[in-house]
């Protein structure tokens, strides 16, 4: 079974920055993409960023366009995001998922992390 696990989450001023992995258990080989999703409390979940496995090839939300960084480690199945510059408006538990499609949409997703919160305090 697969499974992906989020960490790297945690407390931080605005203007820092945080690097969140997710590791995966077994190299998910029906998910073509890998991406990074976020909720706050009362809100629905929001597209981060995503990349492609195969060729990575990376795709942003406007929100963090410029700030947020997705990377990937392939032999250690391993997907990055890297947040620089971060706003009170960041705060939320975020999630990194597999999907076998180029997709921005969370029910196109197949496999999911328990998520990792951030939190960044004004």
């Known amino acids: 079974q697969v499974q992906l696990v989020e960490s790297g989450g945690g407390l931080v001023q605005a203007g820092g920055a945080l690097r969140l992995p997710c590791a995966a258990s077994v190299r998910i080989y029906s998910s073509r993409v890998m991406g990074w999703f976020r909720q706050a409390p009362g809100k629905e979940r929001e597209f981060v960023a995503l990349i492609r496995w195969s060729t990575a090839r990376t795709h942003y939300g406007d929100s963090v366009k410029g700030r947020f960084i997705i990377s990937k480690d392939s032999p250690n199945h391993t997907v990055y995001l890297q947040m620089n510059d971060l706003k009170p408006e960041d705060t939320a538990v975020y999630y990194c998922?597999?999907?076998?499609?180029?997709?921005?949409?969370?029910?196109?997703?197949?496999?999911w992390g328990q998520g990792t919160q951030v939190t960044v305090s004004s």
């Open positions: 998922a597999g999907s076998s499609q180029w997709s921005w949409y969370p029910n196109e997703y197949e496999y």
